[in-house]
Nanobody, 123 residues
Framework: QVQLVESGGGSVQAGESLTLSCTASGLIFSSYHLVWFRQAPGKEREGVATIDRDGTATSADAVKGRFTISRDNAKNTLYLHLDSLKPEDTAMYYC?????????????????WGQGTQLTVSS
């Protein structure tokens, strides 16, 4: 059974840092391109950062310089380190995996999703 499980969300103050994790099982983790999305209430799902199977990372303009995506293939785990958090970063954060989605921020590209982890940033 293919599964992605996010963790690490919570409630923090603006300016603080946090690291989200996404642990995979049931798939050959190193073969997949990976992504973090987020979705705030009433808004569309937004691509945050991608990392391809070779470890090359990209990030959306809204988080560039504040969020860092990384992966540890030995641990089957994807990370998102979030710095200088803002109230507008409040959202449900999802990880997703796709074999053919290199640096693709379109949700439709991804076939495997986690259940999400909630991040709330207070001012």
């Amino acid at each position: 059974q293919v599964q992605l499980v996010e963790s690490g969300g919570g409630s923090v103050q603006a300016g603080e840092s946090l690291t989200l994790s996404c642990t995979a099982s049931g798939l050959i983790f190193s073969s997949y391109h990976l992504v973090w999305f987020r979705q705030a209430p009433g808004k569309e799902r937004e691509g945050v950062a991608t990392i391809d199977r070779d470890g090359t990372a990209t990030s959306a303009d809204a988080v560039k310089g504040r969020f860092t995506i990384s992966r540890d293939n030995a641990k089957n785990t994807l990370y998102l380190h979030l710095d200088s958090l803002k109230p507008e970063d409040t959202a449900m954060y999802y990880c997703a995996a796709g074999l053919y989605c290199r640096h693709n921020l379109a949700p439709a590209c991804y076939t495997t999703w986690g259940q999400g982890t909630q991040l709330t940033v207070s001012s």
